[in-house]
């Protein structure tokens, strides 16, 4: 029987197999102090099938330190899609190849007030809902036994998600689906839910207005200055670094993950799915010829026969190069196999948060913003106009 407690979270990656595998249901997903959902089991219903125990991903992961075979380098040849993208609008072919096999997408997207959960979509028109990163972990609800729905129905099913997620939902079926193909991402970490929550609640009542449209990784001063942008009904933008925003600030300085994102499973470069993709940072180490228009590319991990079919029926869409995978896992893959580090004010940080402090002054409490970075931050839409901005990434 699973059973996770305030001393074994790290056990725990909040995938939701065990609820959806429970014959019973007695199991359910609860949020806890820092809004991860972790399984709570009704132990009155609980048969001790151990089926929880039998589709967890992390009790059953396997490590390994083979590499993929191959790897790939692509962008988006459609200059729309790939501006809306995080990188290098790599996924977008894919889900078109699904749709027009009459399949089912399932990824992560922004619900109701911004909520990031898992959605199902059949209309190419709703594609647009899975571009970019959020840096949120999503909420499946029931989503594992609807993709074991739609395969049974004989849909072709795409389904994205984390690497935990991945392997969650393969454990869960229990057996391989031909007409299943799966897509994960190199990830940091799952950071929670909550600090999201009450990050758009301090932005909203900063701009004293609703938020319209959100966007972890926006382009506006280009793929290498990536900032989260956020839009509000009254008219008014913020665009804020990683630096100087307190969503990402709280994200990259460790305060914000998932106890399980510490010790992570899943970080290996061979993996149960059939293609991993992640940023591609450094074109110009893989492709020399070419100049970084700081556009965005996309590195991708050919993991399955399947996926490597998959990449050559939408290869027209692409512009495509090839890769060599330990290189690629060296300078710009290297978070598939490195924990991020844990900040030591992490405990601090949600123990305020919980106390009604508003996420401006805990950030100051516990990883305060730089003097300089405000400054630069301040600056730095004048500097990108001038060309200043991109003398200093190339000096950097």
């Given at each position: 029987?699973?059973?996770?407690?305030?001393?074994?979270?790290?056990?725990?990656?909040?995938?939701?197999?065990?609820?959806?595998?429970?014959?019973?249901?007695?199991?359910?997903?609860?949020?806890?102090?820092?809004?991860?959902?972790?399984?709570?089991?009704?132990?009155?219903?609980?048969?001790?099938?151990?089926?929880?125990?039998?589709?967890?991903?992390?009790?059953?992961?396997?490590?390994?330190?083979?590499?993929?075979?191959?790897?790939?380098?692509?962008r988006n040849k459609d200059e729309k899609i790939l501006k809306q993208s995080?990188?290098?609008?790599?996924?977008?072919?894919?889900?078109?190849?699904?749709?027009?096999?009459?399949?089912?997408?399932?990824?992560?997207?922004?619900?109701?007030?911004?909520?990031?959960?898992?959605?199902?979509?059949?209309?190419?028109?709703?594609?647009?809902?899975?571009?970019?990163?959020?840096?949120?972990?999503?909420?499946?609800?029931?989503?594992?036994?609807?993709?074991?729905?739609?395969?049974?129905?004989?849909?072709?099913?795409?389904?994205?998600?984390?690497?935990?997620?991945?392997?969650?939902?393969?454990?869960?079926?229990?057996?391989?689906?031909?007409?299943?193909?799966?897509?994960?991402?190199?990830?940091?970490?799952?950071?929670?839910?909550?600090?999201?929550?009450?990050?758009?609640?301090?932005?909203?009542?900063?701009?004293?207005?609703?938020?319209?449209?959100?966007?972890?990784?926006?382009?506006?001063?280009?793929?290498?200055?990536?900032?989260?942008?956020?839009?509000?009904?009254?008219?008014?933008?913020?665009?804020?670094?990683?630096?100087?925003?307190?969503?990402?600030?709280?994200?990259?300085?460790?305060?914000?993950?998932?106890?399980?994102?510490?010790?992570?499973?899943?970080?290996?470069?061979?993996?149960?799915?059939?293609?991993?993709?992640?940023?591609?940072?450094?074109?110009?180490?893989?492709?020399?010829?070419?100049?970084?228009?700081?556009?965005?590319?996309?590195?991708?991990?050919?993991?399955?026969?399947?996926?490597?079919?998959?990449?050559?029926?939408?290869?027209?869409?692409?512009?495509?190069?090839?890769?060599?995978?330990?290189?690629?896992?060296?300078?710009?893959?290297?978070?598939?196999?490195?924990?991020?580090?844990?900040?030591?004010?992490?405990?601090?940080?949600?123990?305020?948060?919980?106390?009604?402090?508003?996420?401006?002054?805990?950030?100051?409490?516990?990883?305060?913003?730089?003097?300089?970075?405000?400054?630069?931050?301040?600056?730095?839409?004048?500097?990108?106009?001038?060309?200043?901005?991109?003398?200093?990434?190339?000096?950097?």
């Amino acid at each position: 029987m699973i059973n996770i407690t305030k001393d074994n979270k790290k056990d725990c990656c909040g995938c939701t197999a065990c609820e959806m595998a429970c014959p019973k249901h007695c199991i359910s997903m609860q949020r806890d102090n820092e809004g991860f959902l972790y399984p709570v089991v009704n132990t009155a219903d609980c048969i001790n099938c151990n089926l929880c125990e039998k589709v967890c991903p992390v009790i059953n992961s396997e490590k390994t330190d083979d590499l993929p075979k191959r790897a790939y380098i692509v962008r988006n040849k459609d200059e729309k899609i790939l501006k809306q993208s995080t990188s290098g609008g790599a996924v977008t072919p894919l889900c078109r190849q699904i749709l027009a096999k009459n399949g089912v997408i399932y990824g992560g997207a922004f619900g109701d007030d911004y909520y990031v959960k898992h959605i199902r979509v059949t209309d190419e028109a709703e594609l647009y809902r899975f571009r970019g990163s959020k840096y949120v972990q999503s909420d499946m609800t029931d989503t594992y036994s609807k993709v074991k729905d739609d395969l049974n129905d004989n849909r072709v099913v795409m389904f994205a998600g984390t690497p935990c997620q991945v392997e969650g939902l393969l454990r869960y079926l229990k057996k391989p689906y031909e007409n299943l193909f799966t897509v994960d991402f190199i990830c940091r970490a799952v950071p929670s839910p909550m600090v999201w929550e009450n990050y758009r609640k301090f932005m909203e009542q900063k701009y004293n207005s609703k938020i319209t449209y959100a966007s972890f990784r926006d382009k506006i001063y280009g793929y290498h200055s990536s900032s989260l942008a956020l839009k509000f009904k009254n008219g008014k933008s913020s665009y804020e670094n990683t630096k100087t925003d307190y969503m990402l600030k709280s994200f990259f300085d460790g305060v914000t993950a998932r106890p399980s994102c510490f010790d992570c499973k899943f970080r290996k470069a061979k993996r149960v799915s059939d293609l991993t993709v992640f940023d591609c940072w450094n074109i110009t180490r893989y492709v020399p010829e070419l100049k970084d228009d700081d556009k965005g590319y996309t590195a991708v991990f050919v993991q399955s026969e399947k996926g490597q079919k998959m990449l050559d029926s939408v290869k027209d869409e692409y512009i495509m190069y090839d890769a060599d995978v330990a290189l690629l896992v060296k300078n710009d893959g290297h978070m598939a196999l490195e924990n991020p580090p844990k900040n030591k004010n992490r405990d601090k940080y949600f123990e305020l948060l919980n106390s009604g402090m508003t996420i401006d002054r805990v950030v100051k409490e516990t990883i305060p913003v730089k003097t300089s970075r405000k400054i630069f931050g301040k600056f730095r839409g004048t500097l990108y106009k001038t060309g200043l901005l991109n003398l200093l990434k190339k000096l950097k």
